[in-house]
């Protein structure tokens, strides 16, 4: 019985859903509206998951790029510093902490 690696878009979709449901929670604890945190997460999606489309296809091209792209960490990283400029100063300051709190362990 042969062992069949996950494929690449489920390691970065599932990723995405932990991280996801994590920040959320700490959104929520900073009291930021539960309709800001829905549209900070929609943003964060949307940009992450765009990504994960170019990394599977160049994946799928040469299994040997997983070395050259970011892991789903950095990805979700990644996004949040790209959408914490457009949110309120509650949710901005929660995302900056969090994105540095990420860099430092990565």
Same mark, same amino acid.
């Given at each position: 019985?042969?062992? *069949? ?19 959320? *929670?700490?959104?929520? !604890? ?34 040997? !790029? ?19 400029? !457009? ?20």
């Amino acid at each position: 019985m042969s062992h *069949r690696p996950k494929p690449v878009r489920d390691h970065y979709t599932e990723s995405l859903a932990v991280n996801s449901k994590n920040l959320g *929670r700490q959104l929520s !604890a900073e009291s930021v509206p539960r309709e800001e945190i829905q549209r900070i997460l929609d943003s964060i999606s949307r940009l992450y998951l765009a990504e994960t489309e170019k990394i599977v296809r160049e994946c799928e091209k040469d299994m040997m !790029a997983l070395e050259r792209v970011p892991n789903p960490l950095r990805l979700f990283v990644d996004s949040i510093a790209q959408v914490k400029s !457009a949110v309120s100063p509650a949710a901005s300051e929660l995302m900056k902490r969090y994105v540095s709190a990420w860099e430092d362990w990565m």
